[in-house]
C-alpha cells in the first residue's frame, strides 16, 4: 500500500469518528471511524518499512564471458537501487 490510501483511510476514520453524530441501526461509526483510523495508520507504516527495504537492496547481473579461457569467466555487475 502506498501513502495516498493510509492517508485516505486516517482522513476518512477521522472523520467518522470525530465529525459525524448520526446513528445507524447496529453500526457504530465512532468505532468504524477507529478501526479505519487504524489501517490507515498500518498502511502508513507499512508503506515506509517496504519503502526503505527497498532502497537498501542490489540489483546484481551475472554474465559469463567467453574470452578463450576454459571455463569461461563470470562477471559480477552490482548496482544500487535508488
Do not use: C, H, W
Not at 8 to 20: D, E, K, M, S, W
Amino acid at each position: 500500500m502506498k501513502f495516498g490510501p493510509g492517508i485516505a483511510l486516517l482522513a476518512i476514520g477521522a472523520i467518522l469518528a470525530f465529525a459525524v453524530s448520526d446513528n445507524i441501526s447496529g453500526v457504530d461509526l465512532t468505532m468504524v471511524g477507529y478501526i479505519l483510523m487504524g489501517a490507515g495508520a498500518l498502511g502508513i507504516v507499512l508503506g515506509l518499512v517496504l519503502a526503505s527495504s527497498r532502497r537498501g537492496t542490489r540489483s546484481t547481473t551475472r554474465r559469463v564471458v567467453d574470452d578463450g579461457t576454459n571455463p569461461p569467466r563470470e562477471e559480477v555487475i552490482r548496482r544500487d537501487l535508488q
